[in-house]
């Protein structure tokens, strides 16, 4: 089913209320039950290194209603070492886990919430990779397409008839320092940039993942300094703040 953006907006997670851009995506073909797996890459050479920002693509299940999601957030470096902060959450009432980056709750609300830090070079690619394990139990995982290590970000399981994952969803770019303020003014919100690239699945039968368009949204549209450009192996640049 194709959503519009007003549906994807109502699906989104409590803490993208204050999401500065949007991205759609979906795959050009899939199997009639779904995926299972899929692979988003994001890139934050040009990001600065400071907590603020959130840069994620959400996704949904088969027979499920709340959304799960994936992303990378800048760090501070620290003696010298650059840090990535990887999350992969499931905000489905339900949700168990018992993995050790991961806890329950997400956002003040239901589901499960798993995140690490790693030492990463921020030049590299980061594939965030969302995948089966066994029965409903999900697995998300950070890897650096350059050295290949991979890190196990967390593992959760849905709730008894969960099916695999949807064929389109939406990403976002959010600043979450704004969440936890009274108000805010959209000039004072610092640059940032990013690239989401197209994602991908080993699922059989799956093909032609894109990111179809990208947007801004919220209450800056117009005054945040949003750009978004094509690049030319698939995805999208996208620039906001000052």
């Known amino acids: 089913m194709k959503l519009t ?3 994807l907006l109502a699906l989104c997670a409590p803490s993208v209320s204050f999401a500065l851009v949007g991205s759609n995506w979906k795959f050009s073909k899939v199997p009639a039950d779904g995926l299972n797996d899929i692979t988003f890459p994001f890139n934050m050479a ?3 290194h400071k907590s603020g920002f959130y840069f994620a ?6 027979n499920v209603a709340e959304v799960g999601y994936t992303g990378l957030q800048p760090r501070e470096d620290s003696s010298g070492k650059s840090f990535v902060h990887a999350v992969f ?9 018992t993995h050790s980056n991961c806890h329950q709750g997400a956002d003040g609300g239901s589901g499960v919430s798993c995140a690490v830090d790693i030492n990463g070079d921020y030049n590299d690619t980061y594939n965030l990779v969302v995948e089966n394990i066994s029965g409903t139990t999900w697995r998300g995982t950070v890897v650096d397409t350059v050295t290949r290590m991979s890190t196990v970000v967390g593992e959760w399981t849905l709730p008894a008839g969960a099916g695999k994952l949807v064929n389109g969803q939406m990403g976002f770019v959010e600043y979450y320092i704004w969440n936890g303020q009274p108000s805010h003014t959209c000039n004072s919100l610092p640059f940032t940039e990013a690239t989401f690239y ?6 059989g039968g799956a093909s032609g993942g894109i990111i179809t368009n990208v947007y801004e949204y919220g209450d800056c549209v117009g005054k945040a300094g949003f750009s978004a450009t094509k690049v030319a192996s698939g995805g999208y640049d996208i620039k906001v703040g000052f």
């Open 5 to 7: 953006i007003a549906a």
């Open 46 to 48: 040009k990001a600065p």
């Open 57 to 62: 693509q959400q996704f949904n299940f088969h």
């Open 89 to 97: 959450s499931s905000f489905q009432g339900g949700t168990t886990t």
């Open 198 to 203: 197209n994602p991908t699945s080993k699922t």
